[in-house]
């Protein structure tokens, strides 16, 4: 019988340690960039909704007309039409049939 001798050869599929985490860190440095890029979009849009918001009060805050009960056209129509508030002409008359489009998007 022979006897057979084993030799460990360098595998090219195993990386270094010092190799291994230079790649580590370029692929999450490369995952951490889109993080950033939604970040950075949803706080710009942010901003925006709270200038939009502050600017609307601020439009509310000088506004003669502050509420729909008061307002002359309001009580106009309910006049000539002879309806009441919640009433079953003014219901058809004015209210809004809406289309579910959600799965238009998709």
């Known amino acids: 019988m022979t006897r057979k001798t084993h030799e460990f050869a360098e ?3 195993f990386l ?3 190799r291994f ?3 580590g860190g370029a692929f999450i440095a490369v995952l951490a960039l889109p993080i950033g ?3 950075n979009r949803i706080a710009k849009r942010n901003d925006y909704i709270k200038a ?3 600017g609307l009060y601020k439009d509310d805050a000088i506004a003669k007309l502050r509420v729909s009960h008061a307002n002359p056209a309001v009580t106009k129509y309910y006049q000539e039409f002879g309806g009441e508030p919640l009433g079953h002409m003014s219901h058809d008359l004015l209210h809004t049939h809406f289309v579910d489009r959600t799965k238009l998007n998709s």
Do not use: G, H, L, Y
């Open 37 to 39: 890029w939604i970040s």
């Open 52 to 54: 939009r918001a502050q």
């Open 16 to 18: 270094s340690r010092r």
């Open 21 to 23: 985490m230079a790649i």
């Open 11 to 13: 595998d090219s599929f």
